[in-house]
């Protein structure tokens, strides 16, 4: 079945290190890619989405790019802030079917340090 | 607006006993999900209600959890004679349609223990 895997952490950075968190997938259809954030204390929060292959999704300074050839979302971010500090989760949907439920990677959780 | 609502917030109960877990929807969302996450198993899917309607409840862990939606709103997830590995946050998201695109919005969860 559809399944993703990201990088597991914890990672811990300096303030204003680059960031990269791996995402791959595996999927039958077309899936829908995104990035989910939960900050200490508050709930899942989408951060950014893509649609379709190529597609870049962009927030609050974090990149993903949609690769299909590599079935990766991998997410980036220039510099980081100490405000950064939470849990991203990769996550799949299977574009344009009938049910959309997310299928999420474990969560890695990213502590920066100023 | 209003965002997606869940209650309660925290739930401790004996093992054996049973719980209901309520969400309240984004007003005008058709498409409602419950997910569960815990440390051993992350983020797992359990079911999806398009309107009143639950297409796949092979999420479901167990024949001990069921789900219902009424009114196209407001749905309850029930779990029967709990058991301490039920020991979860319930997650619950809403979205304007089933639509993979579409963005889902979580409510804060309902933190279950089960002694």
């Known amino acids: 079945g559809d399944s993703v895997t990201q990088m597991e952490g914890p990672v811990t950075l300096s303030e204003e290190a680059f960031l990269t968190i791996n995402c791959t997938y595996t999927a039958t259809g077309y899936p829908s890619l995104f990035w989910y954030v939960q900050y200490p204390g508050e709930g899942l929060q989408l951060l950014l989405k893509?649609?379709?292959?190529?597609d870049k999704g962009s927030n609050k300074g974090f990149e993903a790019t949609y690769r299909k050839e590599t079935t990766s979302f991998h997410l980036e971010k220039g510099s980081v802030q100490v405000s950064d500090s939470a849990v991203y989760f990769c996550a799949s949907s299977n574009y344009g079917g009938s049910q959309g439920n997310l299928i999420f990677g474990k969560g890695t959780k990213l502590s920066v340090k100023p | 607006g209003a965002g997606v609502s869940q209650s309660p917030s925290n739930k401790v109960t004996e093992k054996g006993k049973d719980v209901e877990l309520r969400c309240d929807p984004i007003?005008?969302?058709?498409?409602l999900y419950w997910y569960r996450q815990s440390l051993g198993q992350g983020l797992e899917f359990l079911i999806y209600f398009q309107g009143n309607s639950a297409p796949d409840k092979s999420g479901l862990p167990s024949d001990r959890f069921s789900a219902e939606r009424t009114g196209g709103s407001v749905s309850t997830l029930t779990i029967q004679r709990t058991q301490q590995e039920d020991s979860a946050v319930y997650l619950c998201a809403s979205s304007l349609t089933g639509q993979g695109a579409y963005e889902q919005y979580f409510g804060p969860g309902t933190r279950l223990t089960v002694t």
């Open positions: 893509a649609t379709k292959a190529d």
């Open positions: 007003s005008g969302h058709t498409a």
